[in-house]
């Protein structure tokens, strides 16, 4: 399983830019990059997932560099309502061969008025 | 969809009482897990299922845990005796396997006293 390291907490204020790296050294050919985001007393939320370059949707992108050994996940002009423990999970979501879903200690971010 | 249902919600109990967590995955999924979570360990993935065979129950503490999954639609976990240590917040998870994402439940929190 290939092993993920995020910051353990970040700060931000309202309308900046976030952006959340996550280091993945060992990912494996068949391996994706995939995003959750919980809110307190609520189960993690999928954001979004990639497997290289970049990929958009109405919530966030995503940046994977060529040699997939780490991800950023980019949140445009950020509210409070972003406030949540963000996870970055690396694995083979389509696989038959029975991933497990490992979710490591995640980002706490913070965002202030 | 009504997504992934877990009852109860909350559940107060004393040790040594026989504890049991139900879930019911969304229609047309074939994969389920059970998680764990704590503020000293995170979120821990407990077991497996998928088409209702357990796959991985390495991450059953121990064996007062057990889980089943008789169909499609309903799963339980076990926890007879409980201890206080046990006390956390249990989330059951689906997913459609061609697509990959996770469904989360709102999750059961249970205090053991």
């Known amino acids: 399983l290939a092993k993920t390291t995020q910051p353990i907490s970040m700060d931000s204020y309202e309308g900046q830019e976030v952006n959340i790296t996550c280091s993945h050294n060992?990912?494996?050919?068949?391996?994706?990059i995939t995003w959750y985001q919980q809110f307190p007393s609520q189960g993690p939320r999928f954001i979004i997932q990639g497997y290289k370059t970049k990929v958009t949707n109405e919530v966030a992108s995503l940046f994977i560099p060529a040699d997939r050994k780490s991800s950023t996940l980019s949140l445009p002009r950020v509210s409070l309502s972003d406030t949540a423990v963000y996870y970055c999970?690396?694995?083979?979501?389509?696989?038959?061969?029975?991933?497990?879903?490992?979710f490591g200690t995640g980002t706490r971010l913070l965002v202030s008025p | 969809d009504a997504g992934v249902i877990q009852s109860p919600r909350h559940e107060v109990t004393e040790m040594g009482q026989e504890v049991t967590l139900r879930c019911k995955p969304i229609s047309g999924h074939n994969s389920l897990f059970w998680y764990r979570q704590t503020m000293m360990r995170g979120l821990e993935l407990l077991i497996y299922?998928?088409?209702?065979?357990?796959?991985?129950d390495s991450g059953m503490p121990e064996d007062r845990f057990s889980a089943k999954m008789p169909n499609a639609s309903f799963s339980t976990l076990k926890i007879q005796p409980s201890e206080p240590r046990d006390s956390a917040v249990y989330f059951c998870?689906?997913?459609?396997?061609?697509?990959?994402?996770?469904?989360f439940g709102e999750g059961s929190r249970l205090t053991v006293l």
């Open positions: 060992n990912i494996a050919t068949n391996d994706y």
């Open positions: 299922f998928n088409n209702n065979v357990p796959i991985d």
């Open positions: 998870a689906s997913r459609r396997d061609s697509t990959g994402e996770l469904f």
């Open positions: 999970l690396v694995g083979d979501p389509l696989g038959t061969g029975f991933q497990k879903l490992v």
